[in-house]
Each structure stands twice: as structure tokens, then as C-alpha cells.
């Protein structure tokens, strides 16, 4: 008597689930990031950006290097507006090129100096319109917080710009002295810039800024002469340069809280 036996395979398939991530997950991502969801009033700011100096600061660079720092506080009025305060601070050093002959500058003297060191010191108030930040919040993408883009308006004036000036002599190239002194009052002239701009929360303590726009530099008025009337003399005011416009462009990271 003969069996006929049969064998079956058992057979295992695995699969794999697809781990293709969604543009829901990305946007609640993006959302936890930039912390778009949760409701802030108030932004304390310390921000810092490298800077390499102004074309102004020697006539003979051969090294420059700088740091620019922004102390501020934003403070949201609507969920649309805020002011901002603060300071803006910038330093600057330049190790100059000595001239490579003796150099007189008069009277037989062979002395030249340069400005090794800058230290700008600015006031600024502002107020800043995140144009789309109400529609956001009516769509719930949005709390109201500091993550958007804006226009603004900016007032910034110099309180102080302290140098270090350091006079060497041409023909040995050794220290004379070096002084330092405040010049702020020749920095005294209030600039209005007008701004485009974004603003990004990284995280819970992080921040992203960057604005462009016009910058008007307004001259100050200086005394000219004084006028006698009949009456006690008064000054006669007029402006000693006209108003000067550049563009400006800002970018600042750092930390909010």
C-alpha cells in the first residue's frame, strides 16, 4: 500500500508600512517650531550679527572685524501691532596697514593715527504691523504671537560712539599715544527707516529677524547767528547738511523669551 504524502510550505510575507511623512505632519512641525500656536505679549530680545566695519572707519584697513548686538523688547498692542524699545550696539576693530615710507603731515611732522576701535551705541523705537497675522488667527494657524511677516516704522538716534584712536610714528612705526574719547555729538543726526520684514520663533528661546527697507539720515540744526530785534536776541537755526537716504538691510538671531 502506497501514501502519497504532500508538503505544504508555510510561507510568511512581511510588509512594510510606508513611513512617508505627510504635509499635515510637516505643517504641525513647522507650527511647533515657530511656536505658531501659542499665545505670547511680550518678546525680550538679545540678538547678535557680525559686521566688517564702514567704508569711513580707516583709509587704510587691513583687518576688520565686528559684532553688532540688538537688546530689545516687542510688545504686541493688537494681535496685529506692536512697539518695540530697545538698544542697538556695535563694535568694531581694524588693525590698520602702517604707510610703508615715512609720511609728513605737515611741519615736519611724521606722525599718522588711526581708529582701532568703534563702540556705537543706539537708541531705537519703533511699531511693526504683521499684515497677515489677524487672518491667521481667525483661520486657527495662528495664536497671537511673533512669528510673521510685517511692515514698520523705526526711530533710531546715536546716544554714544566711543573711540580708540592710536597715533604712531611714520618713520619707526612706534606708539606715540593712543586716546579715547566720545564723539556721539557729530553722530547726532535721528534716522527713520521704513521696513519690510520676518520674523520667525526657533523654539522656545530662539529668534529670527530680517528687515529691509529705506533709511532717511536727518540732519541736526545747528545755531547760525543770532538776530537782534528790538527785543532780547534769539538763534537763527538751519540744517548744516540735507537729509540723506540708503537702504538698510538687518538681520539679527538670538534668544527670546
Known amino acids: 500500500m502506497s501514501g502519497l504524502s504532500s508538503t505544504y510550505a508555510?510561507?510568511?510575507?512581511?510588509?512594510?508600512?510606508d513611513s512617508t511623512i505627510t504635509t499635515s505632519e510637516l505643517k504641525r512641525f513647522y507650527r511647533y517650531i515657530t511656536r505658531?500656536?501659542?499665545?505670547?505679549?511680550?518678546?525680550?530680545?538679545l540678538g547678535f550679527w557680525p559686521n566688517a566695519g564702514d567704508r569711513d572707519y580707516t583709509s587704510r584697513p587691513s583687518f576688520r572685524?565686528?559684532?553688532?548686538?540688538?537688546?530689545?523688547?516687542?510688545?504686541?498692542?493688537?494681535p496685529s501691532f506692536s512697539v518695540l524699545?530697545?538698544?542697538?550696539?556695535?563694535?568694531?576693530?581694524?588693525?590698520?596697514?602702517?604707510?610703508?615710507?615715512?609720511?609728513?603731515?605737515?611741519?615736519?611732522?611724521?606722525?599718522?593715527?588711526?581708529?582701532?576701535?568703534?563702540?556705537?551705541?543706539?537708541?531705537?523705537?519703533?511699531?511693526?504691523?504683521?499684515?497677515?497675522?489677524?487672518?491667521?488667527?481667525?483661520?486657527?494657524?495662528?495664536?497671537?504671537?511673533?512669528?510673521?511677516?510685517?511692515?514698520?516704522?523705526?526711530h533710531t538716534r546715536a546716544l554714544s560712539v566711543?573711540?580708540?584712536?592710536?597715533?604712531y610714528d611714520t618713520k619707526t612705526g612706534e606708539s606715540v599715544r593712543t586716546d579715547n574719547y566720545d564723539i556721539g555729538g557729530s553722530y547726532n543726526a535721528p534716522l527713520v527707516s521704513a521696513m519690510w520684514g520676518i520674523q520667525r520663533r526657533i523654539g522656545r528661546r530662539g529668534f529670527i529677524d530680517l528687515n529691509v527697507g529705506?533709511?532717511?539720515?536727518?540732519?541736526?540744526?545747528?545755531?547760525?547767528?543770532?538776530?537782534?530785534t528790538g527785543q532780547?536776541?534769539?538763534?537763527?537755526?538751519?540744517?548744516?547738511?540735507?537729509?540723506?537716504?540708503?537702504?538698510?538691510?538687518?538681520?539679527?538671531?538670538?534668544?527670546?523669551?
Open 10 to 17: 508555510q510561507q510568511t510575507i512581511y510588509s512594510q508600512e
Open 36 to 45: 505658531a500656536n501659542v499665545e505670547e505679549k511680550t518678546l525680550f530680545k
Open 65 to 78: 572685524i565686528g559684532l553688532n548686538a540688538d537688546v530689545s523688547v516687542e510688545r504686541k498692542i493688537t
Open 85 to 154: 524699545a530697545g538698544f542697538d550696539f556695535m563694535l568694531r576693530y581694524n588693525r590698520f596697514n602702517q604707510f610703508g615710507v615715512p609720511f609728513d603731515n605737515g611741519g615736519g611732522q611724521f606722525i599718522d593715527r588711526d581708529k582701532i576701535f568703534q563702540g556705537f551705541v543706539y537708541a531705537k523705537v519703533g511699531l511693526r504691523y504683521y499684515y497677515g497675522m489677524a487672518k491667521r488667527i481667525r483661520e486657527g494657524k495662528s495664536a497671537n504671537n511673533f512669528s510673521g511677516n510685517y511692515i514698520g516704522l523705526q
Open 162 to 167: 566711543w573711540v580708540i584712536q592710536h597715533w
Open 214 to 228: 529705506p533709511e532717511i539720515t536727518i540732519p541736526k540744526r545747528e545755531k547760525e547767528r543770532q538776530i537782534y
Open 232 to 257: 532780547p536776541f534769539f538763534n537763527l537755526y538751519k540744517n548744516s547738511n540735507q537729509p540723506s537716504l540708503s537702504l538698510r538691510v538687518n538681520a539679527v538671531i538670538g534668544l527670546g523669551w
